[in-house]
């Protein structure tokens, strides 16, 4: 098991993911500023700005603890949104996942291949045992995603948070090791 420190670039047919500069930070202060990342993440704090950003994702580069990586597009490199693997748990072997994409991004299929090269990664390349996620049940999209690359519902957290008036439940999903060998023998089986 080695930890977060190496910073991969994933190819697929659809998106690359590869480490983020302190470049990516403008594109992906208006990717967090869009309304429908906000509906289904969180609110913007005010703590955001621009330099922040720049600061902040100029640094991913070197944490080990965390794998943030910028979700692209093969052909024109355009920024995309990001996955993220965090609160590594070296006993545990296991970690938090979460994702988000930007509009251009949407409807294509670059959520899902996102998911599965970070997961795949982590899997194959880390040796995690155990990777979860937290998402609001009305982010129907992204459920549905999880789902499709394996993660399973282990509960729900009931109205966790007020978001527009109305309490919004919270979706905790996982993937195991094992679970992620059997889907990925059985599509190669194919």
Not at 18 to 43: C, H, K, L, N, S
Not at 64 to 77: E, K, N, W
Not at 89 to 97: L, M, S, V, W
Not at 159 to 174: K, N, P
Request: glycine share 8%.
């Amino acid at each position: 098991m080695s930890d977060f420190s190496v910073k991969p670039v994933l190819t697929g047919e659809k998106t690359v993911l590869r480490p983020f500069t302190a470049a990516d930070a403008e594109t992906m202060w208006e990717i967090i500023g869009d309304p429908e990342v906000i509906r289904f993440t969180y609110e913007p704090s005010t703590e955001l700005s621009p330099e922040r950003l720049r600061s902040w994702y100029g640094s991913r580069a070197t944490v080990p603890d965390r794998l943030d990586l910028a979700v692209t597009d093969p052909d024109s490199g355009e920024l995309l949104g990001e996955v993220v693997l965090y609160d590594w748990d070296p006993a545990a072997r296991g970690c938090t996942f979460r994702t988000l994409i930007g509009p251009r991004g949407r409807g294509r299929g670059i959520g899902t291949e996102a998911t599965r090269l970070i997961v795949g990664y982590g899997f194959e390349q880390l040796g995690l045992h155990r990777i979860q996620l937290e998402a609001y049940a009305h982010n129907r999209r992204a459920l549905r995603v999880y789902e499709k690359v394996g993660f399973v519902v282990e509960g729900v957290r009931r109205e966790v948070q007020l978001r527009h008036g109305e309490w919004a439940d919270e979706v905790i999903m996982s993937i195991l090791d094992r679970e992620w060998a059997a889907r990925s023998l059985n599509s190669t089986a194919r």
